[in-house]
C-alpha cells in the first residue's frame, strides 16, 4: 500500500511539471543514430527486440543467483517470522533495503527498454494500474521463483488479449474472477499447478518403474 501511495505522488509529480515531463502528452524518445546515420527502422526493431531478449536472459539469471543467495533465503523467510531472522544475526532493514534496491534496478531496467521500444513514455506508466498489473501477474504465476513471474505475465498478456476480443466491456471482470480462483483455490499461482502436475507424473512413473 506504502507502494501504490508512492506511486500516486509520482504520478501527480508527472502532471504538475509538464514543462519537464509533458504532462499527459508524455516524452517523444528520438530514434538512436550511428555515427549521424539513423538506422532503418526495421532493424531497429530487431535490434530493440533481440537486446530486450538479451537482457531479459540476463536479468533472469541475476534474479536466481539472487533467490539462491543468503539475502534471498532471508528474503523467503521474511515473510514468516522476522524475529528469527534478527535471531540468525541478519538484519531485517538490511533485507527489505538490498531487496528495494534490486528491485528498483529491475524496473529502471525495464522502464528504458519500453521507452526505447516505444518511442514515447506518459505519466500513466506510474499509475497505481500499472503497479496493480505487476500485482495480478505475481499472483498469477506465482511468487517467490523465478519461473512463476514469467508465467504470469505470459498468461496475463494472453488472457487481456482474448479476453478484450470476446468480452470488451467485462475483459476486467474477467481477470477479477481469475484472481479470484486463484487465490481461494491455488494461492501457489500457476507455477504451484505445474509443479504439482510434474509431481503427479513423476510419482506414477515412479510407480510404473517399480
Known amino acids: 500500500?506504502?507502494?501504490?501511495?508512492?506511486?500516486?505522488?509520482?504520478?501527480?509529480?508527472?502532471?504538475?511539471?509538464?514543462?519537464?515531463?509533458?504532462?499527459?502528452?508524455?516524452?517523444?524518445?528520438?530514434?538512436?543514430?550511428l555515427l549521424g546515420i539513423l538506422p532503418h527502422r526495421a532493424y531497429l526493431r530487431m535490434t530493440y527486440y533481440y537486446l530486450t531478449l538479451g537482457m531479459a536472459a540476463v536479468v533472469i539469471y541475476v534474479a536466481y543467483r539472487f533467490l539462491a543467495s543468503p539475502m534471498g533465503f532471508f528474503l523467503k523467510a521474511l515473510a514468516d517470522n522476522e524475529i528469527r531472522i534478527e535471531y540468525s544475526g541478519e538484519s531485517v532493514q538490511r533485507v527489505i533495503y538490498y531487496t528495494y534496491v534490486f528491485s528498483g534496478a529491475l524496473g529502471g531496467l525495464a522502464g528504458v527498454l519500453v521507452a526505447f521500444t516505444v518511442g514515447h513514455i506518459v505519466?500513466?506508466?506510474?499509475?497505481?494500474?500499472?503497479?496493480?498489473?505487476?500485482?495480478?501477474?505475481?499472483?498469477?504465476?506465482?511468487?517467490?521463483?523465478?519461473?512463476?513471474p514469467l508465467m504470469g505475465a505470459i498468461a496475463f498478456e494472453f488472457i487481456r488479449t482474448y479476453a478484450s476480443k470476446y468480452a470488451p466491456y467485462a475483459w476486467q471482470m474477467t481477470l477479477g474472477i481469475i484472481m479470484l480462483l486463484i487465490i481461494l483455490f491455488r494461492p501457489g499461482g500457476l507455477w504451484a499447478i505445474y509443479e504439482a502436475i510434474t509431481a503427479r507424473f513423476g510419482r506414477q512413473r515412479g510407480i510404473e518403474r517399480a
Open 1 to 33: 500500500m506504502l507502494n501504490l501511495a508512492v506511486s500516486m505522488i509520482l504520478y501527480a509529480i508527472l502532471l504538475k511539471f509538464y514543462w519537464v515531463t509533458g504532462g499527459t502528452d508524455g516524452i517523444s524518445i528520438r530514434l538512436p543514430t
Open 123 to 148: 505519466p500513466e506508466y506510474a499509475f497505481w494500474v500499472q503497479s496493480g498489473e505487476f500485482v495480478f501477474i505475481s499472483l498469477l504465476g506465482g511468487y517467490g521463483s523465478v519461473p512463476g
